[in-house]
Structure formats: C-alpha cells, structure tokens
C-alpha cells in the first residue's frame, strides 16, 4: 500500500491506496487532520499516528509513500514523519518531478503542485481535452489539450472563502454554515447567501468549462473533485465526472513515475 500525503492550506489530507490493475489505484482508505504550520515532527506524529489507528492502517503495510505540499514549511516535518512511521523517504512531488505533461504556461514552477497532481491523473485516464476542476479554500480549473499541453486555467475563491469574507466584510451578514441549497432564489439572509456561494459556484463551473470550450474550439472532458464539491458539483449542468479521490490517486501515479525517494 502506497501512504499519500498532501498538505493543504486547511488540511492535511493522507490516503492509503493499493494498486489496481483495472482502475489504477483503489482508495484503501482518507483522512486529515489540521494544517498547523507551527507544529513540528512530535505534533504531526501524534495526529497521524491517531488518525491512522482510528482508519484500521497499519504503518508495516506501506511499501512507500508520497507527498506534495502548497505549504512549503511543512515539508521537512511531514518528511520526518514518514521516516519514523514508514522506515523509508517519502517521494517529494515538485516542480521538476516527471508527470508526464508538457508545461504551456510561462512560469510552470509557480503552478500549485495539487494542480499538476489532479492534472496528470486525469491525463492519464481520461479522453482529452479534459478540464479539473478542484474545489476546496480555492476553486482551481486547469486546462489539458489533446497532447497532454498544460494549458493553464483559473483560480476562483473557494465556497467556504466567499461566505467567509461575505460575513466579515459586512455587518449585518452572518456566518453560514455550508450545505447544498434546495432553491436557488433565497427566502431569508442565510438562504440568499448560501445561494450565492454554492448554486454561483456550480454556475461558474458551467460557464467558465463553456468559454474555455469556445477558446479551444471543441468539447472537453470535465472532472470535478474537492473537498467542498460536494455541496455543488450536484448542481453542475455541464456533463462530468465526479471523483473525490482524484488527487490522492494522482499523488499514487506520481509516486509510480517518481519511484526513488528524495531527501528535502
């Protein structure tokens, strides 16, 4: 079993997948636990050695493991981790790891590597041209041509962000928590707002895949994942696939094409 870990903005999401011949990889097993840049080893030890029994995972049974992170000070805590439960280096996912992309953007070092990991699984399983769209503390798109060309794509505030700065900018708004609106026009303040986050962002999908359909001249292959896609990609109207697995089996295909462990 392969241990994925990938440290995000709000979480740390850690997955154990096995391989499988017909599908790729199957998802043995998630779970997070919080992004505490001011933690160290010790605290992230604890967290996921808990975390890890409460799953049923045992540490013996990980062959090796991956990690990718958009929070850089975290990487040498969670890489140590890894040696303590695993006995072995984790393979670090970074700008220069193999993906089998093409890189079409002028800075592709600066490319958030969740979003090489999502793009690279689904360029790998899915018809091209194919669009991701990963909804989490920021809603990501990125754009894939027929040759495997990372084309770029959008960065959009996430759900939970914009009802979060709706509440905090205005005074008379309050906190709303998330959920998935039965209607789209809102009979009370709450309703309205959580509208306006969740059916807006199911909208902006379902516009922004057709504009982007229109630059490129043909239809595309939509993939919809995210930790908060599960409140809108119901609402989505554009044909698609939903895989809330998408990037822990993307950090699985990079650990294949990644295979010797780094040291950071």
């Not at 975290?74 to 089998?100: F, Q």
């Not at 399983?125 to 754009?143: C, E, H, Q, S, Y």
Request: charged content about 20%; overall charge negative.
């Amino acid at each position: 079993m392969i241990l994925t870990i990938d440290i995000g903005n709000t979480t740390v999401s850690l997955g154990g997948l096995e391989r499988d011949p017909d599908h790729g990889y199957t998802v043995r097993f998630r779970g997070k636990v919080d992004t505490v840049p001011a933690w160290g080893v010790t605290d992230y030890l604890q967290a996921i050695r808990r975390l890890l029994k409460k799953l049923g995972a045992a540490t013996e049974e990980f062959e090796g493991a991956v990690l990718s992170s958009v929070v850089p000070c975290l990487i040498v805590p969670l890489s140590n981790c890894v040696r303590i439960l695993t006995g072995k280096d984790p393979v670090l996912i970074t700008k220069d790891s193999e993906t089998g992309l093409t890189m079409q953007v002028p800075e592709p070092g600066r490319v958030g590597l969740d979003r090489l990991v999502d793009a690279a699984w689904v360029a790998e399983r899915f018809p091209l041209p194919a669009v991701t769209v990963d909804m989490g503390t920021a809603t990501t798109f990125n754009v894939l041509d027929e040759n495997r060309q990372f084309l770029g794509g959008i960065i959009a505030p996430g759900l939970d962000t914009s009802l979060s700065a709706l509440s905090d900018r205005a005074a008379q708004l309050p906190n709303v928590a998330l959920d998935t609106p039965d209607y789209v026009i809102g009979r009370n303040t709450e309703e309205c707002m959580l509208s306006g986050a969740v059916v807006g962002a199911a909208a902006m999908v379902d516009g922004m895949v057709s504009r982007i359909e229109g630059e490129l001249g043909q239809p595309v292959t939509l993939v919809i994942t995210g930790g908060l896609a599960r409140y809108a990609e119901s609402l989505c109207t554009h044909p698609h696939v939903y895989d809330p697995h998408l990037l822990t089996k993307g950090l699985g295909l990079l650990y294949d094409k990644n295979c010797a462990p780094t040291t950071p």
